[in-house]
């Protein structure tokens, strides 16, 4: 079984609906983050938290939140869709390791209409 | 402002030697690591450099030079599964953070 794991696999929607994003991992990592990535723009940090109550906001947090229910499962929301947040949406974990080698999930491919 | 530069893509046949360059500006730095996509899927980890130097994984070697804030990522005998985007990404604060670049493209033509 995957380490990491992310649900939905692929989301369409329209826009001004509200969207969970949910991810979990196995690895009894402290820290996980979510990104997003565009075509030709890298991975841009949205949120990321070291644990349960903790919880920072990362490059492009605007139209986004997240929650950190337990330490295995953190999730993003999109409160109200809008088609600029049609990305590619990966999670990542990270164990307190000096390579700073960050785990990610299969991704989470969304599209707003 | 912060910044990671590194070419958009590169090509070559297979068993040849490819680098890619990473240069970088952030407001701090702990460590350049490089990862792995290919296409549709999750990005990987390949190696990181906390120190100035050669760092050797098989095929694959990552250098880094703090004073000239730069790094490259080595690819040897090239595959054709070698054909992916490849990522430089810096750990900018004491929290682990990464910031990536943009991506490489690396195409292996027979």
């Known amino acids: 079984d995957a380490d990491v794991t992310q649900t939905p696999r692929n989301r369409i929607t329209k826009t001004g609906k509200r969207i969970m994003l949910e991810c979990s991992q196995t690895?009894?990592?402290?820290?996980m983050y979510w990104y997003r990535q565009d075509p030709g723009l890298g991975l841009r940090l949205i949120y990321y938290s070291f644990d349960v109550k903790d919880i920072n906001k990362g490059e492009i947090s605007d139209g986004y939140s997240v929650s950190r229910q337990a330490q295995a499962k953190f999730s993003l929301s999109l409160e109200s869709a809008i088609p600029n947040q049609t990305a590619l949406y990966f999670c990542?974990?990270?164990?307190?390791?000096?390579?700073?080698?960050?785990?990610f999930g299969p991704g989470t491919r969304l599209t707003v209409l | 402002g912060q910044s990671l530069e590194q070419p958009s893509e590169v090509t070559a046949v297979e068993g040849a030697i490819v680098q890619i360059n990473c240069t970088y500006q952030?407001?701090?730095?702990?460590?350049l690591s490089w990862y792995q996509q290919h296409d549709g899927g999750a990005p990987t980890f390949l190696s990181y450099n906390a120190l100035d130097g050669l760092e050797e994984t098989g095929r694959f070697s990552s250098f880094l030079s703090r004073s000239d804030s730069y790094g490259y990522l080595l690819l040897q005998e090239l595959q054709m599964k070698d054909s992916a985007s490849y990522f430089c990404a810096v750990r900018d604060d004491s929290w682990g953070k990464l910031q990536f670049g943009a991506g490489t493209q690396v195409v292996v033509t027979p």
């Open positions: 990542a974990t990270r164990g307190g390791t000096s390579t700073d080698t960050q785990y």
């Open positions: 952030t407001s701090g730095f702990y460590g």
């Open positions: 690895k009894g990592h402290d820290r």
